[in-house]
């Protein structure tokens, strides 16, 4: 079967794709950078956000692929695609890593057939530690080269981070991601994958039956940052009314069943990590949006932190999944606050399944055809298998009527009244870094 070429005869994977790395083509050094001056005096400190170099900052799947991909999707009524962070494998025991999460990936597109998924969209931290371009290689292009498909992505805070005063922030990000027009790039050490065009570092990609809102939460390790809040970041407002403004151009969209709606970010809103966990200030900035447009997203995905989790909020009469997958490869960690087993409930919240500290990646999947109207997520990992979490949210209804994990039969545990920290464990995951 030939591989896929896109509008402007964009490129995607290699014709007869090698062997997997077994080592780096070009060592990583740059983790020695977290003690360089510079970064121990900036650390704490969010960067600039580049201005989008379209406005509104918005994409659709037919900018990158033509008619005779998408007139399938649109006739069928249905759309699968693909969705994690954190891949990017740094030390000499990663590529075999990020090897695995990303040769699953590309056996579900070379395997699909008409219901392989049809693009990547990737919740940030490409390239550690620093973002640079040299790794792109071994982190991005060599890993992904038989993903015969678009790849999307928001970047994170190691794609965004600076190390000295010499740099831009994201620039290698906006070189790979944020092209003019496609091409190859040079870090791509030969292989034939296009840069992507999209339109800036935080972007919603329009899609049939689906528009997914993706953010820059910046580059701090604790929290996640997207506005000033209040004027605590120095930073706009600018990308909290571009998420206000999307949900709104959205909400008649969505009400009329034509779309899912997703918001995506690479700091989580909700997790049970300290170390990689999202911020109240983040959680809170998100809800105000939504409430200033009368619309709640369908699904909230993020990254960071370098495991799976799953929780159900119940907020507006919905009930929405918040999905935290850091999983495609960097590293799996513990999570760092202790919580009762799953499923367990604070509040408006549920922590559906334990953490998986396991490598894996998300597919999603929007069915609008015949009496479905569904958006279905399913965690999937070279160790655990295809489908060992998943969770089904009736569109028409807002309410999850399918959710299956190894603790789905477990008793659920109830908290008691929340302490307002306890609280801040649960909605928030931990307490931001100052």
């Not at 030969?190 to 919603?204: H, I, K």
């Not at 655990?384 to 399918?402: C, H």
Request: charged letters at 20%; one cysteine or more; a neutral charge.
């Amino acid at each position: 079967m030939p591989n896929l070429i896109g509008r402007d005869g964009r490129l995607f994977s290699e014709q007869q794709p090698g062997s997997d790395e077994v080592s780096f083509k070009v060592d990583n050094t740059s983790e020695q950078y977290y003690n360089s001056p510079y970064y121990k005096q900036h650390q704490n400190q969010v960067l600039p956000i580049p201005s989008p170099r379209i406005n509104p900052p918005r994409m659709n799947l037919s900018d990158v692929l033509d008619d005779s991909f998408i007139q399938p999707i649109q006739a069928a009524k249905k759309i699968s695609f693909h969705s994690v962070g954190d891949t990017g494998a740094a030390k000499s025991s990663g590529p075999a890593t990020e090897a695995s999460v990303a040769d699953m990936m590309s056996a579900d597109i070379r395997d699909g057939g008409p219901d392989a998924p049809a693009f990547f969209f990737h919740l940030g931290d490409i390239v550690y530690y620093f973002g640079e371009s040299q790794y792109y290689y071994d982190q991005f292009y060599e890993p992904y080269r038989a993903y015969d498909r678009p790849i999307f992505a928001i970047p994170g805070n190691h794609d965004g981070i600076l190390h000295s005063a010499n740099g831009q922030t994201l620039q290698a990000f906006l070189q790979n991601f944020c092209a003019d027009k496609p091409g190859r790039s040079p870090n791509a050490g030969g292989l034939v994958r296009s840069v992507m065009t999209e339109p800036g570092v935080y972007f919603t990609l329009d899609a049939p039956f689906v528009s997914i809102i993706g953010l820059y939460t910046n580059v701090l390790e604790g929290p996640g940052v997207i506005s000033s809040q209040g004027g605590k970041y120095p930073v706009s407002d600018e990308q909290i009314q571009f998420l206000q403004d999307e949900l709104t151009r959205l909400k008649p969209m969505r009400e009329s069943g034509q779309c899912a709606v997703i918001v995506a970010t690479h700091h989580p809103p909700l997790s049970v990590d300290a170390k990689h966990g999202g911020t109240e200030g983040l959680f809170q900035d998100i809800d105000r949006a939504c409430q200033a447009a009368g619309l709640w997203p369908d699904a909230v995905l993020s990254g960071h932190a370098h495991l799976y989790q799953r929780f159900t909020r119940r907020v507006a009469n919905r009930e929405i999944p918040y999905v935290v997958s850091g999983s495609g490869g960097y590293a799996a960690t513990p999570p760092m606050v202790k919580v009762p087993p799953a499923p367990y409930t604070q509040g408006d919240i549920t922590m559906e399944i334990d953490p998986v500290i396991q490598f894996g990646y998300l597919t999603l999947a929007v069915d609008m055809s015949g009496n479905n109207n569904q958006l279905t997520i399913a965690f999937n990992s070279p160790k655990l298998g295809v489908n060992y979490d998943q969770v089904t949210v009736d569109l028409t209804k807002s309410q999850i009527v399918k959710s299956s994990n190894v603790k789905s039969a477990a008793k659920t545990n109830t908290a008691k009244p929340a302490s307002k920290s306890q609280t801040a464990k649960s909605r928030a995951a931990h307490k931001s870094k100052k």
